[in-house]
Nanobody, 122 residues
């Protein structure tokens, strides 16, 4: 599985971005697709996930602001809509694929994209 993210950028606090992740290869028979992020000097953390049944889960820090979804016509495309961004959301964002049930344990994810940078200024 090859995952490629896009959509990152620099913007001011309060703005919105939509990240995309396009998968190729043996795709989306997974039990879980997720977005993680990693800020400089910090551990990678789970942000949002969606399982094979469409059940979504969000980190407390992004609930009500972020939305994870799959494209309605192409299930190989995963989105992360991010609204009301703050400087604390600044990080490299990664999409990930797992054949296991959704979890925030990054070790359960076998495939990762290269990441897309999101920088939010105050």
């Amino acid at each position: 599985v090859l995952l490629v993210e896009s959509g990152g950028g620099s913007l001011q606090s309060g703005g919105s971005l939509r990240l995309s992740c396009t998968a190729s290869g043996s795709t989306y028979s997974s039990d879980c697709l997720a977005w993680f992020r990693q800020a400089p000097g910090k551990e990678r953390e789970g942000v949002a996930s969606i399982d094979a049944h469409g059940t979504t889960t969000y980190a407390n820090s992004v609930k009500g602001r972020f939305n994870i979804s799959q494209d309605s016509t192409d299930e190989n495309i995963l989105y992360l809509q991010m609204d009301n961004l703050t400087p604390e959301d600044t990080a490299m964002y990664f999409c990930a694929h797992s054949v296991w049930r959704c979890t925030w344990d990054a070790k359960r994810f076998s495939y990762w994209g290269q990441g897309t940078q999101v920088t939010v200024s105050s």
